[in-house]
């Protein structure tokens, strides 16, 4: 599978043209990049950027999405052309959210991943810290989610399921500053999870990875014909991409949290690079959001074993491989959803 780009633009005053075949960025009436469109799978455009009527259709009618985001990554609309893939999977889909041992199960599955994968940043953490206390209340959390995933396997119905991701998600951002060089804790270690919006830096930083997942989650699985508003553990509700927070669980802490641990631990990002706001609302700078940006898209191209195909693959492509195991489940052609874990 080509792994295609997804241009962010992230300057504010960006106006966004269609020369031909190609995309250009004009800033302040010069050019400052052009990029051919065949090389994009998508264009998200944070705060104030302007795009021609012109490059609209034609975004549309080549399937490529155009996601608006507000200058804080929070989405804010989505133009995309006709819905792919076969109308009778999002039937299936439809008739499966009305099967609750189906949703359990899909739910089991995605917090599972969620776990598995957020247990080994966490054992991670602990043997690169050099420090043996750290040490020592980074192991502790991990076996807390080896004893959550055997919970789990016994929860019987879908708040059992949430709970045991939420306890989890409390302690896990309980500790998250323990992964963290000594010098940096003090401004980056994280108070709980916050959002809408953040109150700390690391949180600033996660939300707005967890944006970009949001965006790449989602077209994974429009590109198999999922409906991204049709979720089996988060409760559909108008305007949420329900589906799409289910499949971002698993890859949260492969593609979002180590990446802003490292980040900070590298010293690519600082205390400097965000703005706190009256409030108390904490956000990145634009110079900080390009750095970030790029860092994704890096690490999307990382190559990592997918345990069931035994072969290398781009994270980047992993989205689009675990949407089309779910229209599988979705379809009945497979019997249970396995998230992705790489070990």
Known sequence: ???????????????????????????????????????????????HVMVSPILMHRLADEGKSLVLLDGRGRFKARLEGAVSGNVLLRIDQHRRLANADFCLAAAKSCIAGKLKNGRQVLLRGARETGRE???????????????????????????????IEGDAAKRYFGVMGYILRPDARAAFTPNGRTRRPPLDRMNALLSFLYALLMNDCRSALESVGLDPQIGFLHAVRPGRAALALDLMEEFRPLLADRLALTLVNRRQIDAADFEVRTGGA???????????VVAYQERKQETLSHPLFETTMALGVVPFVQARFLARVVRGDADAYLPFTPR
Do not use: W
Not at 142 to 148: L, P, S, T, V
């Open 1 to 47: 599978m080509q792994l295609l780009n997804t241009l962010y633009v992230t300057t504010p005053d960006s106006y966004l043209h269609l020369d031909n075949d190609t995309l250009r960025i004009e800033i302040e009436r010069e050019t400052r990049l052009r990029v051919p469109l065949h090389h994009l799978a998508a264009v998200v455009c944070f705060g």
């Open 133 to 163: 206390d750290d040490n020592a209340v980074l192991s502790a959390v991990a076996d807390e989610f080896a004893r959550a995933l055997a919970r789990l396997e016994h929860a019987s119905d879908l708040d059992s399921v949430r709970g």
């Open 282 to 292: 904490v956000s990145l700078r634009e110079a900080a959001r390009k750095s970030v």
